[in-house]
């Protein structure tokens, strides 16, 4: 396994063999130890950092400063209000990462052309040299929109190298940043248009209130939002709640939890949501009192002034108007797949079950028209009068209201200019200038092209971000991007595209600060497990250095060590919470928690006494319609009331002529991402494989275990296929974080799905569309 992935990367030998000579028993690399027979282990409290979706009690069993086993939170008592936050697969199986021989172990200079992957080791002193030569050449050149910090979600730490980054590259005169995220793009925009707020959701305790919860896309047993979202499930089914997974797959949560399965074609959510609106419209369903008394924009008698008539939303669903049709769920059969019966009998349950939750999950809006579908959900909780009361659900990002104040480490940007975090490759090529598209916040046109990326702890570069094939084209120009530097334990595809590649430490090998991913009232502290092998450094340590060959060695670290820093973040933090523990005793325990008597439930002050608190909207009350949409004169796809719109390389587009199957990658429980896609003890748990249906597969005379050609105009993956009823016919998926390995015909030989998504934002938000892709499957022979 370990030496096929260096073949397989084409690695240059001479440079590599450290790699084989530092491999030990079990594919781990060797190590010193003290050896020292007597000692005893050490057990101590740390926590994940990377973007999993979770944050738990991860404790690392040490001894000999060796890491011999991996435990989670047990030492409390596991209630139902307190439960025990404990660990998944990733972190339990964390050993065969961190200690794997292809961990990245010295610094590195890019020898051949950029993305050959040839390096030569270098010293981290002439590392920092060539980092800095560079960043006063180009920032003097190009100032600082040439600057840019790279998305990078490897290391969430409050101390990690992203904050250590941004502090340094703001006082040396600033970069450029970006808004916006690949988790949440569409729903983060378009979600403020219904409430003002992205801060939509109840506490999950409150589930177990819900009579019926629908789970749009939303699979928490595998892809963890929040630990223990998938126990607060099973807590709301235990208390009677009807579950109703709608998902293009019939996940693991549906599987063990759900009540009923509705496949939906992806891409499709509003036009099921629109023909559930004219079911309920039709025959009266909707809360009429609610709608009346707190939004605008529902019928013609609750237009904001100047609006032309026939823009409401009922009028939209009921296809008021010359040229309009009305939203029946026989034309929402034909689009989405489900059912005709199906849809009415959903819109009756939805509507008369009160309290009812739709809960979206953010697959369904990480696709061509995603501001819909998280728009689309808003307006039938509203319809339903499911918001700001128990049971019920806002739906939209669903983020939590409460967010516990846990201090960050000071950073100023002076460079006000920011893309989208979608839109790096187009700042690349076309950056000077770029800004009549309103993609640019902060100021009317960038100054210059990215000419500098700093990509710390991310695979975005080439394997998370979409059309894999085309942006490693943009980043070998090397006369477009003229310095990339990754910061990484592996030298993953976007690590080859780079010209310095630095060993990162890793996460048990340092101290650091997390707070939960969404959902959780609690902070956690991470202690140090182990020390730092070979010369991989932490990022304050070399950042420290690179700010004094800046001359700015004083201003960036105020005579601070890391520690003092986390020593510091925790005062600031007490100081805002009353009982907050002190630094030492924080360290101990390694966790707090807030504890708090009763659940949140947003919007319950807005609907309780609205005279005194009116939504944070221009109008104060729930937008169905949106003036500042409307407003933005692109109706088509910027709709001012939400609505299905046909995404390009959706089932509706003719390319699908050409390429019948859509192709999504949804997020698997045996990775982060890209991170543990090379963890061969993740790879038992699940290896990588195309999920196909049985029709499909019969059709192409593909039988279980061939190996089948995915492709599209954009690229071409081999893998193996996993045949199945657990997803809809005409629907595939590879599980999104694959490695990009392409052979030397460009073929990807592991299964990154982005060799086949569309580098094409999306219109509101600037998003990425990456699970909207067609493509067609062969049976290699
Ligand atoms: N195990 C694990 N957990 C994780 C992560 C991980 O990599 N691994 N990543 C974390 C991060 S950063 C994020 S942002 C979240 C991501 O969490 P999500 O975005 O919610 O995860 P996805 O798997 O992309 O999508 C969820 C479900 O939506 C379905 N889906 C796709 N398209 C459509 C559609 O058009 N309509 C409908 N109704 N359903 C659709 C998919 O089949 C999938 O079951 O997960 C977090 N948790
Ligand atoms: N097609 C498709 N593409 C997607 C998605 C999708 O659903 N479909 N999901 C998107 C989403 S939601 C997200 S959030 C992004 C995530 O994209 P990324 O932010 O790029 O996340 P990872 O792929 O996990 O890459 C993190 C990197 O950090 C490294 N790393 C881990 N720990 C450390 C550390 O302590 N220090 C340093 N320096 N490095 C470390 C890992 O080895 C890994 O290479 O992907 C997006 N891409
Ligand atoms: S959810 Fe995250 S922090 Fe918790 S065990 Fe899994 S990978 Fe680690
Ligand atoms: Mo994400």
Not at 27 to 54: M, P, Q, R, V, W
């Amino acid at each position: 396994m370990k030496t096929d992935r260096i073949e397989l990367l084409n690695i240059d030998e001479t440079t590599f063999e450290f790699i084989e000579k530092s491999s030990g028993e079990d594919g781990f690399y060797a190590f010193d130890s003290k050896n020292d027979l007597d000692e005893e282990e050490k057990i101590i409290s740390t926590s994940g950092s990377h973007n999993c979706g979770g944050r738990c009690v991860i404790k690392a069993h040490v001894k000999h400063n060796r890491i011999v086993r991996i435990s989670t939170e047990d030492d409390i008592p596991d209630t139902e209000k307190i439960p025990q936050l404990r660990g998944c697969l990733r972190c339990r199986a964390y050993r065969n990462r961190i200690y794997d021989c292809n961990r990245l172990k010295y610094p590195m200079k890019r020898r051949g052309k950029r993305g050959e992957g040839k390096f030569e080791i270098i010293t981290w002193d002439e590392a920092l040299d060539i980092i800095a030569d560079n960043l006063r050449r180009i920032m003097n050149k190009y100032g600082p929109d040439s600057i840019y910090i790279q998305y990078a979600t490897g290391n969430e730490g409050r101390l990690s190298e992203n904050v250590w980054m941004k502090r340094l590259l703001g006082m040396y005169g600033g970069y450029l940043s970006y808004y916006g995220t690949y988790s949440t793009a569409c729903t983060q925009a378009a979600t403020p248009y219904t409430f003002g707020t992205i801060y939509t959701g109840n506490s999950r305790e409150d589930w177990v209130n819900s009579k019926l919860i629908i789970l749009l896309g939303f699979n928490p047993a595998d892809t963890i939002h929040g630990t223990n979202t998938a126990y607060y499930l099973k807590m709301a089914k235990n208390a009677g709640a009807k579950i109703i997974s709608i998902d293009p797959i019939y996940s693991n949560t549906a599987v063990a939890l759900a009540d009923e399965w509705i496949p939906i074609r992806p891409t499709t959510d509003n036009a099921l949501m629109d023909a559930m609106a004219y079911v309920m419209i039709v025959e009266n369903l909707q809360d009429q009192k609610f709608l009346d008394k707190y939004c605008i924009g529902f019928d013609e008698a609750h237009m904001p002034a100047g609006i032309p008539p026939g823009n409401s939303y009922r009028d939209y669903v009921l296809g008021k108007g010359a040229g309009k049709i009305p939203k029946t769920p026989a034309w929402a059969e034909s689009i989405t797949g489900i059912p005709e019966e199906t849809i009415v009998r959903l819109a009756r349950e939805y509507a008369l079950s009160k309290p009812a939750a739709l809960i979206q999950g953010f697959g369904p809006q990480r696709h061509a028209y995603g501001e819909q579908v998280a728009r689309g959900g808003t307006v039938l909780a509203t319809m339903t009068g499911n918001i700001g009361i128990s049971g019920g659900w806002a739906s939209g990002t669903g983020y939590p209201v409460r967010e516990e104040y846990v201090a960050s480490i000071p950073h100023y940007n002076p460079n006000k200019s920011q893309i989208s975090m979608f839109s790096w490759p187009d700042a690349i090529v076309r950056g000077k200038g770029m800004g009549a598209d309103l993609s640019v916040k902060g100021t009317k046109k960038l100054s210059s092209n990215i000419k500098y990326i700093f990509n710390l702890g991310g695979n975005c570069l080439v394997n998370q971000h979409t059309d894999s094939n085309g942006t490693a084209e943009i980043l070998k120009n090397e006369n477009l991007v003229e310095l990339i530097v990754t910061s990484d334990q592996f030298l993953t595809a976007s690590a080859r595209f780079s010209d310095i590649v630095l060993p990162a430490d890793d996460m048990m090998e340092r101290e650091d600060i997390v707070t939960p991913w969404g959902f959780g009232d609690y902070v956690l502290f991470m202690n140090k497990a182990v020390d730092t092998v070979f010369q991989c450094r932490n990022a304050y340590d070399w950042i420290s250095d690179l700010a004094k060959k800046l001359g700015l060695s004083e201003q960036f670290t105020e005579g601070k060590s890391l520690s003092d820093w986390a020593e510091y973040l925790v005062e600031k933090t007490a100081g805002e919470n009353p009982g907050f523990p002190c630094f030492q005793e924080f360290k101990k325990k390694g966790i707090y928690r807030w504890i708090y008597e009763e659940p949140c439930i947003a919007f319950k002050k807005q609907i309780e006494d609205p005279v005194h608190n009116p939504f944070p909207t221009p109008s104060g009350k729930i937008e169905i319609f949106s003036d500042r949409l409307w407003n933005m004169n692109n109706h088509r796809k910027i709709p001012a009331v939400p609505q299905y719109i046909s995404a390009w390389e959706g089932p509706e587009d003719p390319v699908s002529g050409k390429y019948p199957i859509q192709c999504i990658g949804h997020h698997s429980k045996r990775r982060v991402h890209s991170t543990f896609d090379n963890t061969g003890w993740m790879e038992e748990v699940e290896p990588q494989k195309v999920l196909m249906n049985c029709e499909d597969a019969g059709e192409r005379h593909v039988a279980e275990g061939d190996m089948v050609k995915v492709f599209n105009d954009r690229g071409t993956i081999i893998l193996p296929v996993k045949i199945t009823s657990r997803i809809m016919p005409g629907v595939a998926s590879i599980p999104q974080g694959g490695w990009w390995i392409p052979d030397e015909k460009g073929i990807d030989r592991r299964g990154c799905i982005n060799v086949l998504t569309r580098y094409k934002p999306t219109p509101l938000a600037f998003g990425n569309p990456s699970h909207t892709s067609l493509v067609e499957i062969e049976k290699v022979y």
